[in-house]
């Protein structure tokens, strides 16, 4: 996961899609995090796709706490049109937050 957010946020998009098909290939992440960074990915590049991803991601979010993430997410991309960046950057701070509170 950690190397996800890095790749990201260093605007090294191909190997961040190279390493998302890994670790979904080999089940590391569950499909609620494989769609939710899709929809971070197509927010940062613009393509509109992002609303698909979290339609998707909706679906398969179990707890409260997916809830609210994919929320801020759909927020982030509704409310930022002017400034992707940051609204990726907010919402990989709260998906990390999110991670330690689950290992801890």
Same mark, same amino acid.
């Given at each position: 996961?950690?190397? #996800?957010?890095? @790749? ?5 998009? !191909?190997? *961040?899609?190279? /390493? =998302?098909?890994?670790? /979904?290939?080999?089940? #590391?992440? %569950? /499909? #609620? &995090?494989? @769609?939710? *960074?899709?929809? =971070?990915? +197509?927010? =940062? /590049?613009?393509?509109? *796709?992002? $609303?698909?991803? #979290?339609?998707? +991601? ?5 707890? $409260?706490?997916?809830? !609210? *993430?994919? +929320?801020?997410? &759909?927020? %982030?991309?509704?409310? %930022? $049109? ?6 990726? &950057?907010?919402? =990989?701070?709260?998906?990390?937050? @999110?991670?330690? &509170?689950?290992?801890?």
């Amino acid at each position: 996961m950690q190397r #996800l957010h890095g @790749l990201l946020q260093q605007a090294r998009y !191909a190997e *961040f899609r190279a /390493e =998302l098909a890994r670790a /979904e290939l080999s089940r #590391l992440l %569950s /499909e #609620l &995090w494989v @769609l939710s *960074f899709h929809a =971070l990915l +197509a927010i =940062l /590049e613009c393509s509109g *796709f992002a $609303p698909d991803y #979290l339609e998707m +991601a909706e679906v398969v979010a179990e707890s $409260p706490c997916e809830r !609210a *993430f994919l +929320a801020e997410v &759909w927020a %982030s991309h509704e409310l %930022s $049109p002017g400034d992707h960046i940051a609204a990726v &950057w907010r919402c =990989l701070d709260t998906l990390g937050q @999110l991670q330690q &509170w689950r290992a801890g």
